[in-house]
């Protein structure tokens, strides 16, 4: 199973946040909005094999996980303000697919090592990843638009782990995980 974690630093942690400023007063809900589009979305299908976990560290009540699977999200389409009324929704249980809670980054990452999980931490000084034998059930660590803090990445490397890098450009998280499911799905089948 593929999973993506994505360190939302400034994500919004209520669902008072205004669909019509994603990026302002819901912290970055646009990036974060993205991320669970390229991780799961495909053309007219989804990623049932994929979740993507976004630790959102945003005021007023941080943090929280805010968990979307593709086994079984329902009605819930591709685009930033759609995937973010959910997310405002889902607080309340609203969508089978799409689960809140309150936990932090380090209490995510126990809790995907206490499952023996492998966790690839996604940077741009990582090893090269031409040379990676890239497993695809595996945990892939990404920080936002700020990069991944470096006492969470800290807390990664205690578990079984490899950092890996897409190149010297620094990407967007979400343009990352679309090279990764890209990589993937190409060369290790579906
Ligand atoms: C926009 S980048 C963060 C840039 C930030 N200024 C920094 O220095 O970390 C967002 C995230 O995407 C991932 N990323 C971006 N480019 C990458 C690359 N070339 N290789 C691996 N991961 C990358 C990393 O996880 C990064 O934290």
New binding site residues.
Partial sequence: MREFVI?ARKAATSSDFPLNDLPGRGGRMDLVARCVCNALWLSHDLRRDTCVHIVACGGPEPPKVITFYGSSLRGVSPDERSIASWIKKASKGRNPGIRVRRQSFQELISELAAKGRFFY????K?KD?EGVELSEDAVF????????PAKEEGFVTRFPHEK??????????S??ITIINYILDRYHGR
């Fill in positions: 360190y931490i996604l940077h741009e990582g990843i660590v990404l920080g936002d638009h700020l990069g991944l890996i890098s897409l190149g010297r450009i620094s990407y967007l998280s343009q990352c």
